[in-house]
């Protein structure tokens, strides 16, 4: 296989209308992970999420949680959790059921959720904390972004919308 021109086929996405997808997006995607800087991906993916052209952020987190594997998922619930100050914690209670044990054990200074208590959490239940992570943590985008910048398997499960706003956003970045 030739060298890829990643200028060129970034180009591809500076211009694609809002709220479309680019054919191509997740195969191109997969190359522009493996060439790109840590820092240009977790940034253009944290652009991405924080964009109007993609769903909202429960949604995406739902949607890459139902997909990743347990530890993908104790990581992204670590994320969320990480990212919001302890007096928000304690608002979290009625999320309820394994969620709201996970808060409580969080907020007590537990660091990490583990992969066998991720995996008892459902979807709806991590919609439902990372729109509440939306509103109570600024910076939820940054660190989900570079989350996902460390797993970009996940940002394909995302949708193919998401995948090409999250490339025309590396694209920006790349172009300074």
């Known amino acids: 296989m030739p060298p890829l021109d990643l200028g060129s086929l970034l180009s591809k996405y500076l211009n694609v209308p809002a709220g479309q997808s680019a054919p191509d997006a997740e195969n191109h995607f997969d190359q522009v992970a ?3 800087s840590p820092d240009v991906m977790s940034q253009g993916i944290s652009d991405a999420l924080r964009s109007d052209q993609t769903p909202s952020l429960g949604e995406m987190a739902s949607q890459a949680f139902s997909k990743a594997n347990p530890q993908q998922q104790a990581g992204l619930l670590n994320q969320i959790l990480g990212s919001l100050n302890p007096g928000s914690l ?3 209670g009625s999320l309820g059921g394994v ?3 996970l808060v409580g054990q969080f907020g007590g200074g537990q660091a990490q959720v583990t992969p ?3 995996s ?3 979807p709806q239940q991590v919609q439902d904390l990372a729109n509440h992570a939306e509103q109570h943590a600024p910076g939820i985008f940054d660190k989900l972004g570079s989350f996902y910048a460390q797993h970009p398997q996940l940002v394909k499960t ?3 919308a998401a995948v090409t706003v999250a490339r025309a956003k590396i694209a920006k970045r790349m172009r300074g």
Do not use: H, I, M
């Open 90 to 92: 304690g608002s979290l």
């Open 116 to 118: 066998e208590q991720a």
């Open 120 to 122: 008892q959490v459902s």
């Open 158 to 160: 995302l949708g193919s």
């Open 99 to 101: 969620l709201g044990g």
């Open 34 to 36: 493996q060439q790109a």
